[in-house]
């Protein structure tokens, strides 16, 4: 009896004496949904990525497809690439290959990208002219900002 007492105890003491479940990748995206303040269509506001980029890390292509689509080129300087996807799914704009992050805003200079999986860092784009942006990591110490340059001239 007393056995059975303390490893209740104990369980309760090490999770927190909760009945909630712990946060899985299934419930997470649910947590941003009252984050998210754009509509479908402001996707369009985003037409400032159309091109090739280059950065210091790798080169990027931005290409729309559609109305509310958009695929994302990664090369490396080893010469890899990897495709990511900005797609429309339950209400909100997803990124990366897996869904890793949603997006949480769409301004006219600007994109805000929130992680949906554990161990990812929350990221924003944000236009500084026609040929120049900045990609920003958002660190817990300090945030992190790549700078991407236009590359050539693409037809989105």
Same mark, same amino acid.
């Given at each position: ?23 899985? #990748? ?104 026609? #040929? ?8 817990? #110490? ?15």
């Amino acid at each position: 009896m007393y056995r059975s007492f303390f490893a209740s105890l104990f369980l309760c003491v090490l999770f927190g004496c909760q009945n909630t479940p712990p946060l899985s #990748d299934e419930t997470f995206p649910k947590n941003l949904a009252s984050e998210v303040r754009y509509q479908p269509s402001d996707v369009q506001k985003m037409r400032w990525l159309a091109g090739a980029w280059k950065s210091s890390a790798n080169n990027q292509t931005f290409l729309f497809h559609g109305g509310n689509s958009l695929e994302i080129m990664l090369s490396s300087k080893t010469g890899g690439t990897d495709n990511f996807y900005l797609t429309w799914n339950d209400g909100r704009y997803y990124y990366g290959a897996n869904r890793q992050w949603v997006v949480t805003w769409i301004g006219e200079k600007d994109v805000r990208l929130d992680p949906v999986k554990p161990n990812l860092l929350p990221m924003t784009w944000t236009r500084l002219n026609d #040929d120049r942006w900045h990609l920003v990591r958002h660190t817990p #110490d300090k945030d992190e900002a790549v700078v991407m340059e236009r590359a050539n001239e693409m037809q989105p």
